[in-house]
């Protein structure tokens, strides 16, 4: 998920009652929320080098303990050279809790992670291998809005409070409500998976019964989702609404898969290939030739944009005649800019 929306939702932990066990819980909350995304070093390599250790290490179960136990220390080392607290209600600054809260928001963020489709690796070093729940997109504007609103309502509602003299309330209220609509989007996100998921699996797509499906969601509608079918010889892409009574797979958007070749082999063997094929779930390569060699593009297409100009996380790799590598690409968007690595 986005920076923004780890950040809501450790604010929403802090006023649900965490800022009560200790001092500083709140920095500490929000702090650890972000502290995963500190892989965000490695782009300072490129693209493609981001691309292989983003969602890393730091967002495996022991980077996510190790982060909490650093950001904790940090806080509490902070704390003790503080003043007093302004509030004599506030509570002592505690070792012990600042480490469990930061622990409740490092683990919060890799478990929002594994809900969108890009995923996480949460058993490195021991195992690379990627999940992903694949209900949230990246970004998601619903979930946004919930948090913005179970927060900053309330604190809406008692500066008017505070105008008619009425007594104040804490915030607690609308910080449980935002956490617990962000449980029941998940819910609501999870069952039209699961619906999508069967309404793709009661098809075959050209005569073919399909060996692997993917269903993955759109910005704001939890009901329009992107269908992949994979069979023997082609991806089968296609918009699906969790709502209906069934898909229509005669009108997909096919894309077939390319015969074998030398410069498709030389092009995964280099080191954008290797890092991309490890990473893309519906990999599709195309090969094009011309007068000066071979260009191979890579796309994941868990990714796929019916829009031409961005065609998700896609790969570009230049080849001479010889099948040696001239240039390596790299682009989140897709777009005609992508970062050569």
């Known amino acids: 998920m986005d920076n923004l929306t780890h950040t809501l939702t450790a604010v929403a932990l802090s006023q649900a ?43 495996s179960i022991p980077g996510v303990i190790v982060l909490a136990a650093v950001v904790a220390a940090l806080v509490y080392l902070a704390g003790r050279k503080a003043g007093p607290p302004r509030r004599p209600s506030a509570p002592p600054l505690d070792p ?96 039209a998976h699961r619906r999508v998921l069967g309404m793709l699996d009661s098809h075959t797509y050209a005569d073919q019964n399909p060996v692997r499906l993917g269903a993955f969601p759109s910005p704001a509608n939890p009901f329009a989702w992107t269908g992949v079918a994979e069979t023997g010889s082609a991806y089968h892409i296609l918009p699906v609404d969790a709502r209906a009574d069934d898909i229509d797979s005669a009108h997909a958007t096919v894309f077939h898969k390319p015969e074998p070749s030398p410069a498709l082999d030389a092009a ?16 599709w390569p195309e090969v094009i030739e011309d007068s000066d060699g071979f260009e191979v593009r890579l796309r ?42």
């Open 96 to 191: 012990r809790w600042l480490f469990l809260v930061t622990l409740i928001s490092t683990a919060l963020h890799l478990l929002m992670d594994f809900t969108n489709s890009y995923g996480v690796r949460p058993f490195l070093p021991f195992s690379g291998r990627w999940y992903a729940w694949d209900i949230m997109f990246i970004i998601d504007p619903v979930l946004l809005a919930l948090l913005i609103a179970g927060l900053g309502l309330p604190a809406i509602f008692r500066l008017v409070s505070e105008e008619v003299g009425a007594r104040k309330r804490p915030p607690r209220g609308g910080a449980i409500f935002a956490l617990c609509a962000m449980l029941a989007l998940w819910g609501v996100r999870d069952l």
């Open 17 to 59: 009652g965490l800022n009560r066990k200790t001092r500083f819980a709140t920095l500490a909350l929000v702090l650890g929320a972000n502290a995963p995304d500190v892989d965000i070093v490695t782009s300072l390599g490129g693209s493609a080098t981001y691309l292989k250790y983003h969602r890393g290490i730091t967002h």
């Open 268 to 283: 995964l063997q280099t080191r954008t290939g290797v890092i991309f094929r490890d990473f893309a779930r519906f990999l």
């Open 300 to 341: 994941d297409l868990r990714f796929y944009s019916p829009d031409a100009r961005l065609r998700g996380l896609s790969a570009t790799i230049r080849l001479d005649q010889k099948l040696r590598p001239i240039s390596e690409s790299f682009s989140f968007t897709g777009g005609s800019r992508g970062e050569k690595d």
